[in-house]
């Protein structure tokens, strides 16, 4: 780390907190979420998966 042109460590420590802030506020402003590249289908309402499942055990 660089000398700090700061007097005492109240001011120093200031300085570092901001750095660091700085820091990782660019590397969040820089990030880009992925998106799946997966394509998951749309699921039917559940009460009609149940008729369907009910009526496919149930069949004679």
Same mark, same amino acid.
């Given at each position: 780390m660089k !000398?700090?042109?700061n007097h005492g460590v109240i001011?120093?420590? #200031?300085h570092?907190?901001?750095a660091a802030l700085t820091y990782n506020? !660019? #590397?969040y402003l820089?990030?880009?979420? !992925? #998106?799946?590249?997966?394509?998951v289908p749309e699921?039917? !309402?559940?009460?009609?998966m149940l008729e369907n499942f009910q009526n496919w055990c149930y069949q004679p």
């Amino acid at each position: 780390m660089k !000398k700090i042109n700061n007097h005492g460590v109240i001011q120093a420590n #200031k300085h570092v907190l901001i750095a660091a802030l700085t820091y990782n506020l !660019k #590397k969040y402003l820089m990030f880009e979420r !992925k #998106k799946p590249s997966i394509a998951v289908p749309e699921m039917s !309402k559940p009460v009609e998966m149940l008729e369907n499942f009910q009526n496919w055990c149930y069949q004679p």
